[in-house]
């Protein structure tokens, strides 16, 4: 028998940001007093929802403990992404002492915590994670428009700022809760632009934190004045510390990381591309795309509806045609932003159930997660199930195979 080799690092599924945020809600969903995501990153000196929150209801903590610790025993090497990191709702409420506290992690202990991102530093992830020039929201939206989905152009790219001015990024935050579009992106005033732009350009000479400039201004565009014109459940905070507590949060981070207490792993490092061998997300994506979108089409007989369809000569019915033309598009963009949209625009199907996270054996169901509450990995049994009705073809069915694909593809 050959040697083993030895795992350098494990991802965890539940570490996705959007698995993180639906993990989230539908623990905090039972808590009468649980402040909204819109509230949960504001801090003032009497008003400081998200510690409170994790204080009085410590089976939240206790809930992820759970997940982490049990990655941890299957490989003390944790890899994190920076979406996972910078958009991760548990990490980002418990922050980086927290996180190494439930896995005894200290100073004298080496880190079991790696962020991989294609940046020189983790406050440049952080930067390019949540900002981009004019110009750039233009030609991506241009592009993913060209991918036989006009709708997601936005209604103008005219905008108030200049090309090589900074903006806001268009994407699906989970961490808000909410998708920042392109017609936000460009459609907000001129004052915005500069401000932004010379704030973080200028903030090694000023002395300011890049993570408080960025939560100041998505504050901003979000929570206020013109945005959010309700202030009645801000409890008298100015619109600088709705999101002061999240950009605290990633200063906490970065700060583990130049300490030395979370590695950080830049993917375009030439060592690094020698070590993983990685051809990079797009080709990988593109493989695993094709070859699971043809198991949707041999499901549903879907071969040649799409290209008929666009020929106006489709043989299925409305709903059949959607389905097939929203697949034959979302499995063009490894943007996972752009394919929810296209796949929320799909209006002629319905919306669909999500899929169950089990998996039929003989005798039982395995829950195939780690599952934060037992620190079971692969062995919560769940009772025998029935037959297993066929899926309809839905939104939620796309947007389960959308996330199949890229999980598979981020492994």
């Known amino acids: 028998m050959g040697k083993r080799q030895s795992l350098r690092a494990t991802m965890i599924t539940n570490f996705d ?63 994190l992404t920076e979406a996972q990191l910078l958009d991760g709702l548990f990490f980002l409420a418990l922050g980086p002492t927290a996180v190494n506290g439930v896995l005894g992690k200290s100073y004298k202990d080496g880190p079991a915590i790696i962020v991989s991102g294609r940046h020189p530093t983790l406050e440049d992830c952080l930067v390019a994670f949540t900002t981009k020039s004019i110009e750039d929201v233009k030609e991506d939206a241009q592009k993913a428009a060209e991918q036989e989905n006009e709708t997601i152009l936005p209604e103008d790219l005219v905008c ?45 000479e000023t002395g300011e934190l890049k993570s408080t400039i960025i939560a100041e201004m998505y504050a901003q565009l979000l929570y206020g004045a ?107 963009m490894p943007k996972r932003t752009d394919a929810r949209m296209c796949i929320d625009r799909a209006v002629e199907l319905p919306e669909g159930k999500p899929a169950l996270r089990e998996t039929e054996t003989d005798e039982e169901t395995v829950d195939e997660s780690v599952d934060g509450s037992t620190g079971k990995w692969f062995g919560k049994s769940v009772g025998k199930v029935g037959k297993v009705e066929k899926p309809e073809m839905s939104r939620q069915l796309l947007r389960d195979w959308y996330q199949f694909v890229y999980q598979k593809t981020m492994a």
């Open 17 to 79: 940001s959007t698995e993180q945020s639906q993990e989230w809600n539908d623990l905090v969903k039972q808590y009468p007093a649980y402040p909204s995501i819109r509230n949960l990153w504001c801090r003032t000196d009497t008003y400081r929802p998200c510690e409170r929150l994790l204080n009085d209801y410590t089976d939240i903590a206790t809930h992820f403990a759970g997940i982490v610790r049990t990655a941890y025993m299957y490989c003390p090497k944790i890899m």
């Open 160 to 204: 108030a700022g200049t090309e090589e001015q900074l903006t806001v990024r268009p994407l699906e935050y989970c961490v808000f809760g909410t998708t920042v579009t392109w017609n936000q992106a460009l459609g907000l005033n001129s004052r915005f632009y500069t401000e932004f732009t010379n704030r973080l350009k200028h903030a090694h």
């Open 226 to 332: 013109e945005a959010d014109g309700d202030a009645s459940d801000w409890y008298g905070a100015a619109i600088e510390d709705r999101c002061r507590f999240l950009g605290q949060r990633w200063q906490e981070w970065i700060d583990a990381e130049k300490q030395g207490l979370v590695l950080y792993e830049n993917q375009n490092d030439a060592s690094v591309k020698e070590l993983t061998k990685s051809k990079g997300f797009v080709p990988y994506f593109e493989a695993n795309a094709r070859d699971c979108a043809e198991v949707l089409r041999k499901q549903f007989h879907l071969r040649d509806l799409a290209g008929a369809a666009n020929t106006g000569s489709s043989g299925g019915n409305d709903t059949t045609v959607t389905f097939a033309q929203t697949l034959q598009a979302i499995a063009k």
